[in-house]
């Protein structure tokens, strides 16, 4: 009875083994290659906004401090109330490399106009997270504290 037994831990072992290897495989890839995703939709409290896009990162350099060379984000942000005062916001935090330190800077896309998205596109260079809010408050300049600060980031992009 305990030859079946080694013999099924064996082909347990080998098994695992293999998908081990397979995994690690396609972090050895080439640098070049695009990592391409579709993002959202992703809802402010709610629902009275809300994005959506799509994230591609190329040239992932895992030399030191993993980081995609170029990241570039597109897609729309979707007002859903109807007071011309309140807007929709789609606010990214972009996490990059600074020599050693990883500090991170926000890009922020407001949408005022009821149901007429804004579409938007940008990139970043050595970027090594990119996380996303999304909030509906009242017509200003920049999004409040409140939007930056409650609730909780959707990671959109972590380099591997």
């Known amino acids: ?28 890839q080439a640098s070049t290659a695009a990592d391409s995703a579709a993002w959202g939709p992703y809802y402010a409290p709610g629902r009275a906004a809300h994005a959506v896009g799509t994230l591609t990162a190329t040239g992932e350099d895992h030399a030191d401090l993993p980081t995609a060379d170029v990241v570039r984000v597109s897609g729309k942000v979707y007002d859903h109330t109807r007071p011309a005062a309140t ?26 106009s009821y149901r007429a998205p804004k579409r938007f596109s940008f990139s970043y260079r050595d970027v090594y997270q990119v996380e996303l809010k999304v909030c509906s ?6 999004p409040s504290l409140v939007c930056q600060y409650a609730g909780t980031w959707k990671t959109l992009y972590l380099s591997k």
């Not at 916001?89 to 407001?110: C, D, M």
């Open 137 to 142: 408050e009242s017509k200003s300049a920049k």
């Open 1 to 28: 009875m305990t030859i079946p037994r080694t013999l099924a831990g064996l082909a347990i072992a080998a098994t695992a083994t293999i998908a081990a290897v397979t995994t690690i495989a396609p972090a050895a």
């Open 87 to 112: 807007c929709g916001w789609a606010v990214f935090r972009i996490t990059y490399r600074s020599g050693s330190n990883l500090p991170f800077r926000q890009h922020a896309v407001r949408d005022c």
